[in-house]
């Protein structure tokens, strides 16, 4: 369960009646959407069906059965969001949005590039500061990823930007290849590896390309530097990273 802190509250008035829940509120939003997949217990501050919520009145039995028919709340509790609305105070929406503004910037950061730099990550405090020049505001009742292509575009103005994802070929000498290999393998997709007669290792890695920098960090910590990368763009043209 969550904290009250955290949850909203979803009120569905019928037949005369008021219920309300308390609820995570991505969680009341992907459930309206019909695209919740999680323990419901999970994202609810209360397994319980409220008249008034912040009170603690509950309704009479007799409407549960009437509206919903069950008074069994896990039962009803989705019954209330998906039917209802979604109520959140001023601080409530000031804080989903700042989270999602944050969540945002890294979603944009991990996947974009500057194709008039090489292809070159951006900084998040670059994607920040030119989304603030733009018209873009961050929708607090809206997933994430939703507003994505809306914030590229406002974006592609201001900063030379993209979505990309890059290829990587590392080899990791012998000394690291048992350790290193292993934490390389989790940083993205591993298209193929082999292991080669001296004992060292080489992978070739598919990732967002926004996360270049941090992916050489993993490589050059588990190698001491002494791992050898470069950039796969096609079968023929392959560049060496220094």
Do not use: C
């Not at 309704?59 to 209330?80: G, K, Q, R, S, W």
């Not at 930007?161 to 290829?167: G, K, L, P, S, W």
Request: hydrophobic letters at 35%; charged letters at 35%.
């Amino acid at each position: 369960m969550i904290s009250l802190d955290e949850a909203v509250t979803a009120r569905l008035e019928s037949h005369g009646q008021r219920f309300e829940v308390l609820v995570d509120p991505d969680a009341a939003l992907a459930i309206k959407r019909d695209d919740f997949d999680d323990d419901l217990e999970d994202v609810i501050a209360a397994e319980d069906v409220f008249e008034d919520a912040s009170r603690g009145d509950r309704p009479p039995e007799n409407m549960l059965e009437e509206v919903f028919d069950t008074t069994e709340p896990m039962a009803i509790i989705p019954e209330v969001i998906k039917r209802g609305e979604i109520q959140i105070t001023a601080d409530q929406r000031r804080e989903m949005q700042e989270q999602k503004h944050k969540q945002l910037i890294q979603r944009i950061t991990r996947n974009a590039v500057n194709p008039q730099m090489d292809d070159a990550p951006h900084p998040p405090e670059r994607i920040e500061s030119a989304l603030e020049e733009t018209d873009f505001r961050v929708d607090p009742m809206e997933p994430v990823e939703a507003q994505v292509d809306d914030a590229l575009d406002a974006l592609r103005p201001v900063i030379p930007i993209r979505f990309d994802e890059v290829t990587v070929a590392v080899q990791v000498p012998a000394d690291y290849a048992g350790s290193a290999q292993a934490q390389i393998r989790q940083f993205g997709d591993l298209e193929r590896e082999e292991w080669q007669s001296d004992g060292s290792w080489v992978g070739v890695m598919t990732f967002p390309a926004g996360l270049q920098n941090d992916f050489y960090d993993v490589v050059n910590e588990h190698t001491s530097g002494e791992a050898e990368t470069r950039i796969i763009k096609d079968e023929d043209d392959i560049s060496t990273r220094g």
